[in-house]
């Protein structure tokens, strides 16, 4: 076996570019956004936000994104508590099965599918499909969503899927002011 030796040098003669006579294998330890596409992380960042150990949100939602976020998600599970389809006696256990609606939903939904996440939980809760398409609330909670960038639609499903049960708590609170009609649905 011959050694072939490095050479700085392209094949015409002129010096190689300095991308082209860095050793083999090396990678930088941290790279930043280009101007075209987005952050890449460094492997320790990757791995605190593979581990969840960083906010899902980042950080371009601060205080009021945040109490917009668990605002839209207690407007949707009160909306679900609305159309839960089942008899009056399986209602005792209402806040389970829309916690496993938004489980199973969020397995089934991929990147920004809000829509796509809400049809999954309406159908996890056996909603009836003349009362959903009857209902204002629920129809005023899409258009709203859908009118979103995708980054915030993402940072929504972000939100639920890393907050289940506050989610479902602060759902539950709204869903009694809702029956108490302090607040509309």
């Given at each position: 076996m011959a050694k072939v030796k490095a050479s700085s040098k392209t094949g015409n003669g002129k010096p190689a570019p300095a991308s082209a006579a860095s050793p083999r294998g090396s990678v930088p330890a941290r790279t930043t956004a280009t101007a075209t596409g987005p952050p890449v992380l460094d492997t320790e960042a990757?791995?605190?936000?593979?581990?969840?150990?960083?906010?899902?949100?980042?950080?371009?939602?601060?205080?009021?994104?945040?109490e917009n976020l668990k605002q839209t998600a207690s407007r949707l599970c009160s909306i679900l508590a609305?159309?839960?389809?089942?008899?009056?006696r399986d209602r005792t256990s209402l806040w389970e099965h829309i916690g496993k609606a938004l489980a199973v939903a969020?397995?089934?939904?991929?990147d920004d599918d809000v829509e796509h996440f809400i049809s999954e939980c309406l159908g996890?809760?056996?909603a009836e499909h003349g009362k959903a398409a009857a209902c204002d609330?629920?129809?005023?909670l899409v258009?709203?969503?859908?009118?979103?960038?995708p980054e915030q639609r993402h940072d929504f499903l972000n939100y639920v899927r890393a907050h289940r049960y506050t989610v479902l708590t602060f759902g539950r609170q709204r869903w009694e002011q809702v029956k108490r009609r302090e607040v509309a649905l």
């Open positions: 990757f791995r605190r936000q593979l581990a969840r150990l960083v906010d899902p949100l980042g950080p371009r939602a601060g205080a009021a994104g945040r609305h159309l839960y389809g089942v008899n009056e969020d397995e089934k939904t991929s996890a809760v056996n609330a629920l129809s005023a258009a709203e969503i859908v009118g979103w960038p």
